[in-house]
């Protein structure tokens, strides 16, 4: 281990052994209980459980795999809303902003919604609230232009059922190996009869089972299997199961439920199209504003602590400017 790196483990692990002595003290028989009551006291012992543990009489600091989840491990004790994140290779402890804009080439950009979460809170799951508290000033858009982390299938089709306002971003791709090599077949390929519940693969074979269930995220799926008898003299099958030791097992494939599935599907063949494209573009109008908002209003500096103040801070600088 270089030196430096060591100097500063053995500086971390001493100021969680005085933490610990602190704590053994407050929570002595001789020190009054209601010492072990107090918020910063309880602040304390959360963080030392989290960042630090005991091994043979040794304070020790935890691994990063060891400690608690990012939306739930306290990263200062000043604040204790803030949450540590990383995006795109940038790591911050704090908060998130949203920001919705008209971006309208007609009409002036005016910052018409401003949503503050902690930093672990995802962009997707904001989708939902911006639209009904826009609902609520009669101020929803035709179209709602997003970026990747909000546009998600469940996304557009909840916007359109409840708001009838059109959700466009581009969608994400397909994270498996058939779609990443470009030789697979992916699940574009195969044909779904949804009235059927049936599935067809690009060689003609159907599936055997067809189940409703949920994922490990707790959402509706289909789950479509097809039959190894089928699969396995299939001369495509590494094209479709690959080439390890389940090649041998018939193609199981899951889909989103039959209007997300579909939603997906016409939005990422709309993406290729100019005139997406050009109606796309029109969002660069709010990225120009959190630009803005940054460089120019310290957006990314929060000058109070707590969630509370960081969305007051947020609001504020929004009127400001819409005002400038």
Avoid at 159 to 165: C, E, L, Q, T
Avoid at 218 to 230: D, L, Y
Avoid at 274 to 285: D, S, T, V
Wanted: glycine share 6%; charged share 25%; hydrophobic share 35%.
């Amino acid at each position: 281990m270089p030196k430096g790196k060591a100097k500063q483990t053995e500086l971390i692990e001493q100021v969680g052994a005085d933490g610990l002595s602190l704590l053994a003290a407050l929570h002595s028989p001789e020190a009054p209980a209601s010492l072990r009551q107090l918020p910063r006291v309880q602040t304390l012992r959360q963080m030392w459980i989290q960042q630090y543990f005991v091994d043979d009489g040794q304070v020790r600091r935890r691994d990063l795999k060891d400690r608690p989840p990012g939306a739930e491990r306290l990263v200062t004790p000043y604040d204790t809303d803030a949450r540590g994140s990383v995006k795109r290779g940038i790591f911050w402890d704090g908060y998130k902003f949203h920001l919705t804009e008209i971006c309208e080439p007609d009409s002036p950009n005016l910052i018409t919604h401003v949503a503050t979460t902690d930093s672990t809170v995802q962009d997707v799951r904001l989708v939902a609230p911006i639209h009904a508290h826009l609902a609520e000033r009669d101020l929803l858009p035709e179209r709602h232009l997003v970026d990747a982390g909000y546009a998600t299938a469940r996304e557009v089709v909840a916007a359109r059922r409840n708001h009838k306002v059109n959700l466009v971003g581009p969608i994400l791709a397909s994270t498996n190996w058939q779609t990443k090599d470009g030789g697979g077949f992916s699940q574009a390929d195969f044909a779904i009869d949804w009235e059927n519940q049936q599935v067809t693969c690009p060689n003609g074979a159907t599936s055997s089972r067809w189940t409703e269930d949920r994922s490990q995220e707790g959402t509706a799926v289909v789950r479509a299997r097809f039959p190894t008898a089928a699969c396995r003299p299939c001369k495509s099958r590494e094209q479709c199961n690959g080439s390890n030791n389940k090649s041998d097992m018939g193609r199981r494939i899951t889909l989103r439920p039959q209007a997300e599935y579909e939603a997906i599907q016409h939005a990422r063949a709309q993406e290729d199209t100019q005139e997406w494209k050009e109606q796309y573009a029109h969002r660069a109008g709010v990225e120009g504003t959190i630009s803005q908002g940054v460089r120019a209003f310290g957006l990314r500096r929060c000058r109070y602590h707590g969630l509370a103040k960081a969305q007051l801070q947020h609001q504020l600088t929004a009127t400001a400017m819409d005002c400038s």
